[in-house]
């Protein structure tokens, strides 16, 4: 595994809320450096399997050697006609670790990270779909104002959509550092790298960013796709193991596995029971402290599992 691209998170915890099964199949939605496909393959007997999705390239370079293994080069919202490529009905388990990989924010040229002024890229599959840039310097004042405060939960986004199209009048603004000046953020060189000495315009940045990313990617539409999937697809018993970084993604996985929807819509049966099809597996799980600090990446994971009823 190249621990280089990616330190999986709440590794042992993940898949031990998979209770695997030796002879059953089992996803990996979010492939990355490969260490929780790795784990999960540990665990598996000659007859299980194993497939693990990744849409990004560079992923490519971490595959696993393994018979009981196929690398499926797509977004994870794909997951049912993947499955129906492969023949397969049933799945017992589905695990996802929603972050982004370290070797994303590590990148320099793929423009996740406001440390850089580099190129604002931020697609997870570099072969096609819109950039950020493309996103400053396309979208509508109002549009921009929606995804900053959807996605990013910024209270101030209408007012930093109003710096971007004032700024983007003058110039298009194609790097972080462009992003940065637009908005009158003052950064200072620090290693080869920007830093932002305000802690409290630091975490703006973050969410700045992060709604781009999500917008780029449609991360939250995939990600509804990929539970609804994940439901439809796993047999009565088999688990589902996601660990979440931000409330946007955490409140639709909460969603799904309490109410059976990502709305969080409640159905109820004839005695008022919730007809979810879910049974939640525990409560929810956070890294431990030395996690934490030896992977600072892991400081806002949160896992939950449930199983299928």
């Not at 990355?32 to 992923?59: N, T, V």
């Not at 049974?279 to 890294?287: D, E």
């Amino acid at each position: 595994m190249d621990t280089a691209y990616h330190i999986p998170v709440l590794l042992q915890e993940s898949v031990d809320g998979l209770a695997i099964q030796p002879d059953g199949i089992y996803v990996d939605a979010t492939f990355g450096g490969g260490g929780h496909s790795r784990e999960i393959l540990s665990r598996l007997g000659p007859k299980g399997h194993l497939y693990s999705f990744d849409q990004d390239a560079d992923a490519e370079r971490n595959i696993v050697s393994d018979d009981r293994f196929t690398f499926v080069r797509s977004n994870f919202r794909y997951l049912r006609q993947w499955m129906r490529y492969y023949d397969i009905e049933h799945i017992d388990g589905l695990l996802a670790d929603l972050g982004v990989s370290s070797h994303h924010f590590d990148d320099e040229t793929r423009g996740f990270s406001f440390r850089y002024d580099a190129a604002l890229d931020m697609r997870m599959n570099k072969r096609a779909g819109t950039t950020a840039a493309d996103i400053l310097n396309h979208y509508t004042e109002e549009q921009l104002a929606d995804v900053i405060y959807l996605y990013g939960e910024l209270k101030q986004a209408r007012r930093i959509a109003k710096a971007i199209v004032t700024a983007r009048s003058q110039q298009p603004i194609t790097t972080s550092g462009e992003l940065l000046t637009a908005l009158g953020i003052e950064t200072q060189q620090q290693d080869g790298q920007l830093s932002i000495a305000n802690p409290q315009l630091k975490k703006d940045m973050a969410r700045l960013f992060q709604s781009l990313r999500i917008e780029v990617n449609h991360e939250m539409d995939a990600l509804r796709d990929l539970l609804a999937g994940a439901t439809t697809l796993l047999r009565t018993g088999g688990r589902l193991s996601v660990i979440t970084y931000h409330s946007l993604e955490d409140r639709i996985v909460k969603n799904v596995m309490k109410a059976g929807n990502a709305e969080g819509r409640v159905e109820q049966d004839f005695f008022g029971r919730i007809a979810s099809p879910y049974r939640l597996i525990g409560k929810m799980v956070t890294p431990d402290a030395d996690e934490q600090q030896h992977n600072p990446r892991s400081r806002s994971a949160k896992l939950r599992i449930a199983e299928k009823i």
